[in-house]
């Protein structure tokens, strides 16, 4: 199995300039990692198609050794060529912060486990807590033998309630605020407004509701222009092949039809399958009349076409398909 992590080295190049960019990175070749260039970034969010990333090398096991790889490809470039051939507009890294480990690390990491020791003396040293120089040189913690007056612990504690929040929920919308216990003349009057510390169970289903509507409000009047492309289009045409030899669907479907049966609305002449008559309908087509308006059958192989004389008929052939 792959490491998560690991150090490679990458080659972009921009066909439209003939320009290049050399870097490296600790993830892994998948991460969606581009570059640190802001200069090739910008162009590749303008026109990413002109862009193409080869790997120098990957699989590197640690960030040292990543660095030192990627200097030995900026070594090939020419100094003329920097920000010229090149989007890079450095090519050593030798002496950059990131080739120290330590440094790598986070503030909150490098702290981990740690903390502020004194001596007898009052000298500080800031050690992990299982250093062996705490025993020692019998250090004990920066904050031993302090003591607080109880001002200063009435002074702290009543700044840590000051702090602390209370949420409240409107009563139909659900809508929540977060206010400071502090500020009691807010949320007395939120209170008295009817909002409440708990969700009311009516807030659920208004605001379904409400978001249904905002929804239909973004959707109205919105065409909805869909054009398939020719990989769509032939895999639905497969995927009707493959139901017209189904016969446990055919079946079904044969079934459902049969028991549907024609009705006709007398005044308006449209027609239908039902299984009961509408209201003001009759049974069967009514008038029968040539519907077909001058089309003619066309089959492609998998299904059935009705065109008329004007329609495309490219790629057809005349006449239904056999079942």
């Known amino acids: 199995m792959a ?92 002496t950059t912060w990131h080739m120290d480990e330590e440094k790598v690390k986070s503030v909150a990491e490098r702290r981990k486990g740690k903390a502020t020791y004194k001596d007898a003396d009052g000298n500080k040293y800031f050690l992990h807590k299982d250093d062996p120089k705490i025993a020692e040189l019998n250090l004990v913690g920066n904050n031993t033998g302090l003591t607080m007056s109880e001002e200063t612990k009435a002074v702290m504690s009543t700044l840590k309630d000051n702090l602390k929040k209370i949420k409240l929920y409107h009563p139909i919308t659900n809508e929540f605020r977060k ?41 109205t009047g919105v065409k909805k222009n869909y054009e398939w492309t020719d990989k769509q289009r032939e895999a639905a045409r497969r995927q009707q092949a493959k139901i017209a030899k189904d016969p446990i669907i055919q079946a079904k479907k044969s079934a459902k039809i049969s028991a549907l049966k024609w009705f006709h609305d007398p005044i308006t002449e449209e027609k239908g399958r039902f299984n009961e008559c509408p209201t003001g309908w009759k049974s069967g087509r009514g008038k029968q009349e040539n519907s077909n308006g001058g089309r003619t059958t066309w089959n492609d192989g998998i299904r059935n076409y009705m065109l008329k004389p004007t329609d495309s008929t490219e790629g057809l052939v005349r006449g239904m398909i056999t079942r």
């Not at 080295?9 to 320009?19: G, I, Q, S, T």
């Not at 008295?192 to 929804?215: D, F, L, R």
């Open 179 to 219: 206010v400071l216990v502090s500020d009691k003349h807010i949320v007395d009057e939120l209170l008295s407004e009817g909002w409440s510390e708990t969700k009311s169970a009516s807030s659920y289903e208004y605001g379904k509701n409400i978001q249904k509507k905002i929804v239909s409000e973004k959707l």
């Open 3 to 94: 490491k998560e992590k690991y150090g490679f080295v990458y080659l972009w190049r921009d066909r439209k300039h003939n320009r290049y960019y050399i870097g490296c990175h600790w993830g892994n070749v998948n991460d969606g990692y581009i570059c640190s260039s802001t200069w090739m970034k910008q162009a590749y969010s303008h026109r990413p198609q002109d862009f193409r990333r080869r790997i120098l090398v990957t699989n590197i096991l640690t960030k040292k050794e990543m660095f030192y790889k990627e200097q030995e490809f900026f070594n090939k470039i020419k100094p003329e060529e920097v920000k010229n051939r090149y989007y890079n507009i450095h090519i050593t890294n030798n």
